[in-house]
């Protein structure tokens, strides 16, 4: 087994290549840039994990402005 990266130019040659693959059975795995920094995702991906802790304080909407 081979592992190949390819590096489309636009949506409609990944578009394209996803086809071939599909039409041959050939399994593949697409992993999209993020637009975002790094550093940022890294910021959300925390604070879901609190979230996932039980580690928030609820407010409600009336009291955000007090």
């Known amino acids: ?3 190949l990266t390819i590096h489309t130019k636009n949506k409609a040659q990944t578009k394209a290549i996803k086809a ?3 039409a ?3 399994p593949f795995e ?3 840039e993020s ?3 790094p550093e940022f995702v890294a910021k959300i991906k925390a604070s879901e994990e609190e979230e996932n802790y039980g580690k928030t ?3 409600k909407t009336d009291d955000l402005w007090k």
Do not use: F, P
Request: hydrophobic share 40%; proline share 0%; net charge positive.
């Open 57 to 59: 304080k609820a407010i």
């Open 24 to 26: 041959m059975e050939i």
């Open 30 to 32: 697409s992993k999209g």
């Open 1 to 3: 087994m081979e592992t």
């Open 20 to 22: 071939v693959l599909k």
């Open 35 to 37: 637009t975002y920094n």
